[in-house]
């Protein structure tokens, strides 16, 4: 009982909550785009992969009920902390001092995480949602990104994603107690690999796919 009065009743706890679950979810991301590269390898490779993975349900389906309450738990405790902080600091004084080497990325998270649920749910229904009974997933996307402006809101999409990583990353190392001169440089920089690794490489497929058709 102590635990989760810790966990949900402390701004620490919240904070571990949010790394906790921000580390999935990076987790998850990486195994996505990892996925997206068989895309490069054909339609046909691609389809065997999704079919592959169509296959393993349920356990597919419980994986994804997981990955959803881990995302409704970091967006609700998201949420939480915005207001707590607002209401900590009615003013933007302090923001404008900046004087904790506040970031474009750090000063926007709450802004991004937004625009990201809406991405997620776009994303899901064009591509989740639909019936991929008559049309394999390689064809629905070609003929999705075969569209520019969708292919510029998809890119788009990814520079607010990698934006929302850039700062995520190393922050939950710092909510964990790793917070250090000697380690913090390097954490800082595998954040940034990060941030170009998954802003590049999801950005990549709808740029390939529109380039192909």
């Given at each position: ?21 921000g ?17 490069f ?65 750090s ?86 690999v ?20």
């Open positions: 009982m102590n635990g989760y009065r810790f966990l949900l009743g402390s701004s620490v706890g919240k904070k571990i909550l949010m790394a906790a679950t580390l999935c979810l990076i987790g998850f991301l990486a195994v996505h785009l990892l996925g997206n590269f068989m895309a390898a054909g339609p046909g490779a691609f389809n065997d992969y999704a079919a592959k993975l169509h296959s393993l349900q349920p356990y597919f389906t419980v994986f994804n009920i997981g990955l959803a309450a881990l995302g409704l738990v970091h967006i609700v405790v998201g949420i939480i902390l915005f207001f707590e902080n607002l209401k900590a600091r009615p003013t933007n004084y302090e923001m404008y001092r900046n004087p904790g080497g506040r970031t474009l990325a000063n926007t998270m709450p802004y991004t995480g937004l625009l990201i649920i809406a991405f997620v749910v776009m994303h899901l229904l064009k591509f989740t949602f639909v019936d991929k009974s008559t049309t394999p997933i390689f064809q629905l996307m070609s003929a999705a990104f075969a569209n520019p402006w969708y292919v510029i809101l998809y890119v788009a999409a990814m520079v607010i994603v990698a934006l929302h990583i850039n700062h995520g990353f190393w922050s939950l190392f710092q909510t964990i107690g790793v917070n250090h001169p000697r380690y913090m440089p390097l954490i800082m920089t595998l954040g940034l990060a941030t170009f690794v998954f802003g590049i490489g999801f950005a990549s497929l709808p740029i390939y796919l529109y380039l192909i058709n």
